[in-house]
């Protein structure tokens, strides 16, 4: 077989997709969508580096050292959410996509970081979905194995944790009109498998 020709433009192209394609369910007392395709990048300071870490986030977010039970918010032209994913390790969460999330990370934490955190792009492997409504504690407390009450969990508490056997970071947004908000994040992979947990837990399922 002959050998395509280097000049040869291929006839197709690809096209990004979202893992859920745009969810939305809306039920009496509960809505659950995707949030819409943000850049993701994990921070993790290398050994010997926390300090300056740690400097970098309090300088940014100006709200003290990075937590690992609470999220830290940054407005503005970078909009991000700062959140605690594992071990040593967080999620620098973009509001929407951005061309270069590595760079643009090590840009907010300044320059001379690149030698003192590690930084990986995790757009892709990460999915978000928005929980909210008057009735998702129904939702929660089948699901979720921690407490997830307002005295517990304020705006801004995170956690990570199991959900129907599925690794889920689950993060206290504002109140959506009055009512709880909830983002939860799992890997992309569980996309389908997640959905089908929460979209089959009361309100969204009657009891």
């Known amino acids: 077989m002959a050998n395509p020709s280097p000049d040869q433009k291929p006839n197709f192209t690809l096209t990004a997709s ?34 300056e870490f740690n400097t970098a986030i309090d300088k940014l977010f100006n709200n003290g050292y990075p937590s690992a039970t609470k999220a830290f918010e940054l407005t503005g032209k970078n909009a991000c959410v700062l959140l605690p994913s594992s071990l040593s390790q967080w999620f620098l969460c973009f509001n929407g996509e951005v061309p270069d999330p590595v760079t643009t990370a090590f840009d907010l934490l300044g320059r001379k970081t690149s030698n003192q955190v590690a930084i990986t792009d995790q757009s892709d492997a990460w999915f ?56 939860l994040m799992s890997a992309r992979s569980s996309a389908a498998s997640f959905l089908r947990v929460i979209t089959g837990s009361p309100p969204f399922t009657p009891k």
């Open 18 to 51: 979202s893992p859920l394609d745009g969810h939305c369910t809306i039920v009496d007392g509960a809505s659950l969508f995707e949030v819409s395709t943000r850049s993701i990048v994990s921070l993790s300071p290398f050994t010997g580096n926390e300090a």
């Open 128 to 183: 978000t979905l928005a929980l909210t409504g008057p009735l998702i504690h129904l939702t929660l407390e089948r699901i979720c194995p921690i407490d997830c009450s307002s005295s517990v969990m304020p705006i801004g508490a995170t956690a990570r944790t199991m959900m129907e056997h599925v690794g889920t970071i689950i993060l206290r947004r504002p109140d959506d009109d009055g009512s709880p908000c909830f983002w």
